[in-house]
């Protein structure tokens, strides 16, 4: 059952700590995209990879967050240092395009940060 | 930026009743897709619609693709309790740069009365 993993469920954390946030997507899934999700705001897109390359990340806070894909297998979120404001449950997600672009995207489970 | 207006934002029904919910954008969109978010969990796509006009249905959930490629609407048969949760639409656009990012309505939350 082909599925996109992400760890950790939930983290807590103090103001200040970095936060790191890993997810695998499915096998042969070629995007990613990481979202932040917040009672006020919804459904925020931070960032996202085609083929592990950054396509776009201009709703990411650049001064303290940074995403990468070391590899196919592997994306990951980082906050340095974290705030308060970053508390929301993140995202990721994966997709594949090809030349018929579905836009169809698979969810993890998300991962709850808390900053206090 | 590009946005979608999901309707309604949250709503109460009896158990049994049917459920309409409906998407509209000011763009034309290639792609519609409803998802569905438990409470603790991921969004988890219900259906796909990816023609003008396209009705699919998937158990007692029936969606379609507006005509005009600018709205979509979802519709839920005879509810029942495990039918709660935050309904997402979400389009792919019909512009060039889009790369393939969809846009997410704000979600509708349903509760049903048991």
């Known amino acids: 059952d082909a599925r996109v993993t992400q760890t950790p469920r939930h983290k807590v954390t103090e103001m200040g700590q970095e936060v790191t946030m890993r997810c695998q997507p499915i096998l042969g899934h070629n995007t990613v995209f990481w979202y932040r999700q917040t009672m006020m705001q919804g459904l925020e897109l931070l960032a996202y990879?085609?083929?592990?390359?950054?396509?776009?990340d201009s709703g990411m806070p650049k001064d303290r967050f940074s995403a990468e894909m070391p590899d196919a297998t592997l994306a990951t979120l980082k906050i340095q240092p974290s705030e308060p404001r970053d508390s929301a449950v993140y995202f990721c997600?994966?997709?594949?395009?090809?030349?018929?672009?579905?836009?169809?995207?698979?969810f993890g489970e998300g991962s709850r940060l808390t900053v206090l | 930026g590009q946005q979608l207006n999901q309707s309604p934002q949250s709503m109460f029904i009896q158990e049994g009743e049917d459920v309409s919910m409906n998407c509209t954008s000011s763009s034309i969109f290639n792609t519609w897709l409803w998802y569905k978010q438990d409470p603790g969990e991921g969004p988890v796509l219900l259906i796909a619609l990816y023609k003008a006009g396209e009705l699919t249905s998937n158990g007692r959930l029936t969606a379609q693709f507006g005509i005009t490629r600018k709205d979509s609407f979802l519709n839920i048969s005879a509810s029942i309790p495990s039918d709660v949760g935050i309904y997402f639409c979400a389009g792919l656009p019909n512009y060039g740069g889009s790369q393939g990012n969809l846009i997410f309505g704000k979600g509708t939350k349903l509760s049903v009365k048991p």
């Open positions: 997600a994966s997709g594949l395009r090809t030349g018929r672009n579905t836009g169809e995207l698979f």
């Open positions: 990879f085609r083929n592990r390359a950054p396509l776009d």
